[in-house]
């Protein structure tokens, strides 16, 4: 294990991306493409489905019995097997399968009691869904800063601290594990609840212990680009019996169908009928295929470790670029590859990447509006300047401008990493030649 947190041992071999005979002139002037195909993602199909998994899912749509609560024990039903498999899987009390990771967080803060109206701080750097879930809960996002390696920042949680803050939701953002110790130390001393939306780190650990289990509930999306995917769906995990009984509730198990959550006793709430029903509940072909798929999740973990180790590998003696740290030494998944542009041109490399072949983003561009970037969430700042909205988190706003992603799919072969590393080191290399380019570029992008 090298000092920045990855493990190298997979990526030694001899200068991975080296072997790549790169035409030195960049695509983006001209010069061929290091890559002709597109970049695997999960929009074009490159995802991880054994025949097996389809199978199952055929097995279910075959039952003709799509809906968990028929007339079949909790435990012959394909959701109530998956969450049992899921309890097993994460070492935790209980889990239920939703229809989003959106509606799992939304549940969550619901059925932990806290009050609509509440402030619920969450990082500026995340999916928009995870303030969205806020509002779905009836409350309001307060938005904290991040530091260089894109994590929520707690010293800048407790410079804007105020008591209408009644929970924090970290993110694992990109597959990354936020600083859980600091987190739940700053929230033991506010007296508030922490939940981790884990939607981007399914089966992610941080020393030893798998992201989504250490707040109050965790939440997890099965959408297709995550480590188990049925198009749409998520699940909700906690150890706290009455949150689990009224976020079951809440998702859609009305007359007494509670019960069947608790097969050994009675549910810890009087009754169903004093939470309203949100239909937010998984069915039966998603579970048996999220079932199968839960089945193969290690190898699937082990493709996106070795695909990231290797290319942070290879990229790791480069000077001019930041390779995001973990927290902890192999707290990511490796879903994502984001590297910062310290003197700027973040815009520019990740476009001359695309013309490399390798598709990435620069997660602050203004010409691209990435959902990512909270000045984009307009939803929250009705009438406000993009300017204004970017000095509320002026280091967010800072490195996301300086950073660029690069989505990394379990599907990846060796070959395909070796082609992005050799992009990256092209790209680099012509920025060492010719200063003259970025600096055009990142002007042409306004991002001086
Ligand atoms: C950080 C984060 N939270 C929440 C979600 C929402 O998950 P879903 O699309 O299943 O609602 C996403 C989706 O990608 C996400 O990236």
């Known amino acids: 294990m090298a000092d920045n947190g990855v493990d190298h041992s997979a990526a030694n071999r001899q200068l991975p991306g080296a072997r790549i005979a790169a035409d030195a002139r960049l695509a983006l002037d001209g010069g061929n493409p290091v890559r002709q195909e597109p970049w695997p993602t999960y929009d074009r199909g490159a995802v991880c489905v054994h025949p097996d998994d389809e199978q199952a899912a055929l097995r279910a749509i075959r039952s003709h019995l799509y809906f968990r609560y028929d007339c079949r024990p909790a435990d012959e039903t394909e959701c109530g097997q998956f969450e049992a498999e899921l309890c097993r899987y994460f070492d935790c009390e209980h889990a239920l399968a939703t229809s989003s990771g959106t509606t799992a967080l939304a549940l969550a803060i619901m059925a932990a009691g806290i009050e609509p109206g509440s402030l619920i701080a969450c990082p500026g750097?995340?999916?928009?869904?995870?303030?969205?879930?806020?509002?779905?809960?009836?409350?309001?996002?307060?938005?904290v800063d991040i530091d260089e390696n894109l994590h929520l920042d707690v010293a800048d949680l407790r410079s804007r601290w105020t008591p209408q803050v009644k929970a924090i939701m970290v993110v694992h953002m990109r597959g990354f594990a936020a600083d859980m110790a600091a987190l739940i130390r700053f929230a033991d001393e506010m007296g508030v609840p922490v939940f981790e939306d884990a939607v981007p780190a399914l089966g992610a650990e941080l020393d030893g212990r798998k992201l989504g289990t250490f707040g109050l509930a965790g939440a997890f999306s099965t959408q297709s680009d995550k480590a188990l995917n049925s198009g749409e769906g998520g699940f909700l995990l906690t150890d706290d019996s009455a949150l689990f009984a009224r976020a079951t509730v809440l998702s859609g198990a009305y007359?007494?169908?509670?019960?069947?959550?608790?097969?050994?006793?009675?549910p810890p709430i009087a009754t169903d009928l004093d939470l309203p029903l949100l239909s937010f509940r998984m069915d039966e072909i998603?579970?048996?295929?999220?079932?199968?798929?839960?089945?193969?999740?290690?190898v699937r973990l082990a493709a996106f470790r070795r695909n990231y180790d290797y290319?942070?590998?290879?990229?790791?003696?480069?000077a001019g670029i930041h390779i995001r740290r973990p927290v902890a030494p192999g707290a990511y998944l490796g879903e994502a590859f984001i590297f910062l542009v310290p003197t700027g041109g973040a815009e520019w490399f990740a476009r001359a990447l695309c013309h490399e072949g390798i598709e990435a983003r620069n997660l602050g561009s203004d010409a691209d509006r990435n959902i990512r970037a909270f000045w984009n969430w307009r939803f929250m700042f009705r009438g406000m300047e993009t300017s204004a909205i970017k000095e509320l988190l002026p280091n967010a706003t800072r490195y996301l401008q300086r950073a660029v992603d690069i989505p990394l799919s379990s599907t990846?072969?060796?070959?395909?990493?070796?082609?992005?590393v050799a992009a990256v080191r092209k790209i680099i290399g012509a920025l060492a030649q010719a200063p003259a380019?970025?600096?055009e570029g990142s002007a042409r992008a306004g991002l001086r």
Do not use: K, W, Y
Request: aromatic fraction near 6%; include cysteine; proline fraction near 6%.
């Open 255 to 266: 007359e007494g169908r509670l019960r069947r959550h608790f097969p050994n006793g009675d």
């Open 437 to 439: 380019v970025i600096d």
């Open 286 to 298: 998603r579970a048996a295929l999220l079932r199968a798929e839960l089945d193969r999740l290690p």
């Open 412 to 420: 990846l072969s060796l070959a395909d990493c070796d082609q992005l």
């Open 311 to 318: 290319v942070a590998s290879a990229l790791a003696d480069i």
């Open 125 to 143: 750097f995340t999916f928009a869904a995870t303030p969205s879930a806020i509002m779905l809960a009836g409350c309001t996002p307060f938005l």
